[in-house]
Structure formats: structure tokens, C-alpha cells
């Protein structure tokens, strides 16, 4: 398996602009998660599915963003209308979801929005 | 809620010295910990995890960690380390309040080596 697979790995877009990156959990994890890493705040969950439904999302900042899982090989996280501040680096991490197994994360989307 | 702390931002160890990064933690009862590893560009590794059972965890590249419940510890050890192990450290808790699937981070340890 080639691991969790983000993309874009960089996006540079205006204030205002919606923002999808999109995420390729590993085959046959049960769990997703979406992290937004930053240099105030550091590793926060934002949100986080088990097969394919939201478990958790008391992490997302406001109603701004959104997360979707359509189905277990794919998962979003929408920003519309973006802000400067919310440049960062999001990161997708998947897992087998019992609780003695690893959280796999994948290389990132680093997020400026000018 | 539980929570780690990593009391130190920034280390600098010589290549070949040993290194000892730390990390608290805050819960009553036994936790589970996790130590993660990030290269620059990179997303977060494994390097080990303690459950229960034996204190002394082994993990890979030559890390290791002892968990001490008195000290409410969980330090990141390497006897030798090598330029490539420069990076930035994440100590995490399992956040067995809701779920045994959120993890809790620590704000990090950035490892500098020296020549």
C-alpha cells in the first residue's frame, strides 16, 4: 500500500476562494482523521470518521469548513470562503481504529491563503 | 482532558552523544502514549507506543521510552545519535475520554544535530 495519499502537497489561494484538499486513507482502516498543523497552535484534530461517518468534528474552527467521506477510499476537507489565517498544514491520518494500532499520517497539504 | 507537555522547544546534541527528550503527562489513570517523529516535509511516524505492561518500550531506529508513573513521564531516549535523526518530536495521549481514537499532541521538540 502506498500509505495515506493528500493532495494537492501546496496551495497558494486568494482570501475568499473555497479550498478542497482531499485525502486517500489507507485500504481496509476503519478511521480517518483530519489534523491542521500550525506554528501557534501546533497538532489539533479537527475531525475524524469511522467508516465513513463523522465521529467527531468538534475540532473544525467554524462553519467555514466542512469534511465528507463518500466512501472509504476518499475523503474531504472544504474551506469556503478562505482566510489568511487559516494557512497551515492539514494532515490526513488513517488507522485501523482499535486503540492499540498506529495512526498513519499522510505527507500533508501545507494551505497560504493571501 | 488529557494532555502531554513537552517542556522543551529546541535541543541541540552532538552527533554520537545521547539524547533524552521529554514529555508529561496528565491523567489519573494508566494512559497511552505515543512517541511521533516528523522530518521536515514530511507527515508523522511511529516511533513507539506504551499500553501497559513493561515500562521500557523499544521501538524503531534506535529509540526507545520508559514510562515512570511517579514522574508521570514518558522520555524519549537514544543512546547515539545520528545527523539524520534531526527532526521535530511529538509526544501524544490517547484521549480516552471520548472514544480511544483522539490523539492528544504535545507541541513538539525540534531535535538540532551537531557535527
Known amino acids: 500500500d502506498a500509505g495515506v495519499i493528500q493532495s494537492p502537497r501546496h496551495e497558494v489561494t486568494e482570501m475568499g476562494q473555497e479550498v478542497t484538499l482531499r485525502c486517500k486513507p489507507i485500504?481496509?482502516?476503519?478511521?480517518l482523521f483530519w489534523y491542521r498543523q500550525t506554528m501557534m497552535r501546533g497538532l489539533e484534530l479537527l475531525i475524524y470518521?469511522?467508516?465513513?461517518?463523522?465521529?467527531?468534528d468538534s475540532g473544525m474552527p467554524e462553519d467555514r469548513f466542512s469534511a465528507k467521506m463518500p466512501n472509504a477510499s476518499f475523503s474531504t476537507l472544504k474551506i469556503q470562503p478562505s482566510e489568511p489565517r487559516d494557512s497551515a498544514v492539514y494532515f490526513c491520518?488513517?488507522?485501523?481504529?482499535?486503540?492499540?494500532?498506529?495512526?498513519?499520517f499522510g505527507q500533508g497539504t501545507r494551505l497560504t491563503v493571501v | 482532558a488529557q494532555s502531554v507537555t513537552q517542556p522543551d522547544i529546541h535541543i541541540t546534541v552532538s552527533e554520537g552523544a545521547s539524547l533524552e527528550l521529554r514529555c508529561n503527562y496528565s491523567?489519573?489513570?494508566?494512559?497511552?502514549l505515543f512517541w511521533y517523529v516528523q522530518s521536515p516535509g514530511q507527515g508523522l511516524q511511529l516511533l513507539l507506543k506504551?499500553?501497559?505492561?513493561?515500562?521500557l518500550v523499544q521501538g524503531i531506529k534506535g529509540f526507545e521510552a520508559e514510562f515512570k508513573r511517579s514522574q508521570s513521564s514518558f522520555n524519549l531516549r537514544k543512546p547515539s545519535v545520528h545527523w539524520s535523526d534531526a527532526a521535530e518530536y511529538f509526544c501524544?495521549?490517547?484521549?480516552?475520554?471520548?472514544?480511544?481514537?483522539?490523539?492528544?499532541f504535545g507541541t513538539g521538540t525540534r531535535l538540532l544535530v551537531s557535527p
Open positions: 491520518a488513517s488507522s485501523l481504529g482499535e486503540r492499540n494500532t498506529e495512526a498513519f
Open positions: 485500504s481496509g482502516h476503519d478511521y
Open positions: 470518521f469511522n467508516n465513513n461517518v463523522p465521529i467527531d
Open positions: 491523567y489519573g489513570a494508566t494512559p497511552y
Open positions: 506504551y499500553f501497559s505492561g513493561d515500562t
Open positions: 501524544a495521549v490517547l484521549d480516552t475520554d471520548t472514544g480511544f481514537q483522539k490523539l492528544v
